[in-house]
């Protein structure tokens, strides 16, 4: 995966429980904590390095990109990158959901891009991955990838893409040293190992 003049991440710091209330994510890192004390964590992610954060539309429905977005005022956008998700699951029923999604996401972050927008789940391939293609072409989308997907998932939405000039880029599944079904099923690792053509990316989310 290449991202714009930024140096390629292997590990994403996910924001999963950020701006939740603590009802519903209870004892998650990041479910109790202030906007001061996430804007720490940012401050040592910063310093350490890291440049890419993952939220979801599903993440706390929209708490999570809203505080990461608050939290982010205090850099550049070129001094990092977000990475968010379309989730068929959750989508309006219009004429163009994911776009309507994404514009959503955009406001929430505080943006008008996302360097990495990601089909959360494989509901339906051949239906919402061509809507990825317009948002490429007016660049509010810089890359794509898949999110639990498995690999015949991957290569029909790359299929798909590679069509109309893009790919998938990158791959994120659930995968844990408790949750370790991701090795059965052999997908985003064989996907990434055949000819490099996909990037799996490490997020660090939530505690165990």
């Known amino acids: 995966m290449t991202i714009d003049k930024l140096k ?3 590990i994403a710091l996910g924001t ?15 479910s109790r904590l202030t906007q001061s004390g996430l804007e720490e964590v940012a401050d040592r992610a ?8 993952d939220t979801a539309v599903v993440y706390g429905m929209g708490r999570s990109e809203r505080m990461l977005g608050k939290v982010l005022k ?36 505080g943006t008008d891009y996302i360097d990495l927008y990601w089909i959360h789940n494989p509901a339906d391939v051949a239906r919402w991955t061509p809507q990825l293609i317009p948002l490429l072409e ?11 997907h498995n690999l015949s998932q991957i290569e029909l939405a790359d299929r798909i893409l ?28 064989t996907a990434a190992a055949k000819a490099s053509r996909f990037s ?5 989310n939530r505690g165990p």
């Open 8 to 10: 390629n991440p292997t």
């Open 16 to 30: 999963w429980a950020w701006g939740d209330s603590g009802e519903t994510g209870d004892g998650y890192f990041g």
């Open 46 to 53: 910063h310093a350490g390095g890291f440049s890419l954060w």
């Open 74 to 109: 205090r850099y550049a956008r070129n001094d990092y990158q977000l990475s968010t998700k379309f989730t068929p699951q959750a989508a309006a029923t219009c004429d163009h959901p994911v776009a309507d999604m994404l514009e959503q996401s955009l406001s929430r972050l």
């Open 138 to 148: 007016n660049g509010k989308v810089k890359h794509v990838g898949v999110s639990n």
């Open 162 to 189: 590679r069509g109309a000039g893009f790919r998938i880029e990158a791959v994120q599944n659930h995968y844990s040293l408790l949750y370790r079904s991701a090795e059965d099923a052999a997908s985003w690792t």
């Open 200 to 204: 799996p990316i490490w997020c660090l």
